[in-house]
């Protein structure tokens, strides 16, 4: 099927030449961008369907690097709202170990769908606890992502160090070592693809440094060796478990297929050890607000050969997924800590795009809008309320105005969202089912 977007007043590339084009196309073949350009389009062959683009923006796709999707059912509780990290997980540890597959799945597409509606078209998940050995939840999250038709990127995450071990963590939500690495061959074999445009591939995840044993980090970073696959885990949040999880480098973990969360404590050294090795991190500015635990130095990273992408990080700790919001609190927090001209809109978009592409070593097919990549487009009408009187420079308008809501959002040549409504969900009834469970869990 051919779709022709066109009349699209203004157009970001985010290619490696950051063109912006005004008056734009772009031509979809299926799921592939086969032609862009700007003016009338020539088409060899009609349009099987023609979108308009007129008064619209229209940017790659964003790519979310850090989530635990499970957490939308946990937003806004009373009783961690003060709370640091590890107090903040010691409560909701009590309350997570009841999480089931209707949960996990229905979570999954709250979060899928809130994070499509701000402009995300690629995200991963870091789902690290399986309760009483239910094993069976990482694939509920697969099927809610696949009936969505997000792409998706999720981890297969792990804890082995309950509370009977010095963990923090309820021993009903651990598993042993053996079963970790054997469930992660399963899900490795049952739904990675290695192909071109892939929709779903799986990366390996223990929780972080301190929740599984030193010889799980091994095996897992060997298995993903042997395997092919990324290596994912939370590193440096605070600066309690900063000394703690640096001495695990040394478990097969500094190489290029790793990427880290947060980051947020990290020296000079470290930064340099993190550069050398082409390691990636996600960059969760809201969630690290919210606990309190510190600002990452995204401005030092962004001068090394770091891969630095951008993460809503799980809604316990954030309590929204708004992709757009975190991108334009990237920039805030930064400034913050270096001055007003540590990092720009533009670059901020292109870590939330590009960024995140080569983050998950998808940046040959995905993270921008070129001829020959997948078909992963947003639009923000510029004709809201949010941009009155912000058009000086349309480009950055969404990040600068504190945009809320794509109007158009397209993954892999399927249109999830027009005209602001999605196409193939029943949001109402979403919500309704979310927020009956989120009720029941936290009853208990």
Not at 69 to 94: C, G, I, M, S
Not at 286 to 303: C, D, E, F, H, Y
Not at 321 to 336: D, H, K, Y
Request: net charge negative; aromatic share 8%.
């Amino acid at each position: 099927m051919r779709t022709l977007i066109s009349d699209i007043a203004f157009l970001m590339t985010g290619n490696v030449l950051r063109q912006e084009l005004e008056d734009a196309y772009v031509v979809v073949d299926d799921n592939i961008i086969t032609g862009i350009g700007t003016g009338a389009p020539v088409l060899r062959t009609p349009a099987d369907r023609v979108i308009s683009g007129a008064r619209m923006l229209m940017m790659p796709g964003f790519v979310n690097t850090h989530h635990h999707l499970y957490q939308t059912l946990f937003r806004n509780v009373p009783q961690v709202e003060h709370a640091k990290l590890f107090d903040w997980l010691k409560f909701l540890y009590e309350y997570w170990k009841y999480i089931d597959e209707e949960a996990v799945y229905t979570s999954a597409q709250v979060g899928i769908c809130e994070m499509l509606k701000t402009g995300v078209t690629t995200t991963t998940d870091h789902l690290y606890l399986y309760p009483y050995g239910n094993n069976a939840i990482i694939d509920a999250e697969i099927r809610a992502a696949r009936d969505v038709g997000v792409r998706f990127h999720p981890t297969r995450g792990s804890m082995s160090l309950g509370k009977k071990d010095g963990g923090l963590p309820p021993d009903s939500v651990v598993q042993t070592d053996e079963e970790i690495l054997v469930e992660s061959e399963r899900v490795i074999h049952q739904y990675h693809d290695r192909g071109r445009y892939a929709m779903t591939r799986i990366a390996l995840a223990p929780c972080s440094p301190f929740s599984v044993t030193t010889e799980l980090m091994k095996q897992t970073a060997a298995l993903a060796e042997k395997e092919d696959v990324l290596l994912h885990t939370h590193l440096a949040e605070t600066q309690d478990e900063e000394e703690f999880c640096l001495q695990r480098f040394g478990v097969g973990w500094l190489t290029p297929r790793s990427w880290f969360a947060h980051i947020v404590w990290a020296s000079d050294s470290d930064i340099r050890k993190l550069s050398e090795h082409e390691c990636g991190m996600a960059y969760c500015p809201a969630s690290n607000m919210r606990l309190g635990s510190g600002i990452a130095p995204v401005t030092v990273m962004k001068q090394t050969n770091m891969r630095i992408g951008i993460g809503v990080d799980g809604s316990a700790s954030n309590d929204t997924n708004s992709f757009i919001g975190e991108v334009r609190l990237a920039i805030l927090l930064q400034r913050v800590r270096y001055g007003a001209d540590a990092l720009t809109s533009r670059e901020a978009l292109a870590m939330g795009s590009m960024g995140g592409a080569r983050v998950l070593r998808m940046d040959s097919d995905i993270g921008s809008i070129e001829v020959g990549k997948a078909a992963d487009l947003i639009m923000w009408d510029l004709d809201t309320l949010e941009f009155a009187g912000g058009l000086h420079d349309p480009f950055t308008a969404p990040v600068m105005c504190d945009a809320k809501h794509v109007s158009f959002n397209m993954v892999n040549g399927k249109v999830l969202i027009e005209n602001g409504l999605f196409t193939n969900i029943d949001v109402q009834a979403l919500v309704a089912r979310q927020n009956t469970i989120a009720a029941h869990v936290m009853a208990r």
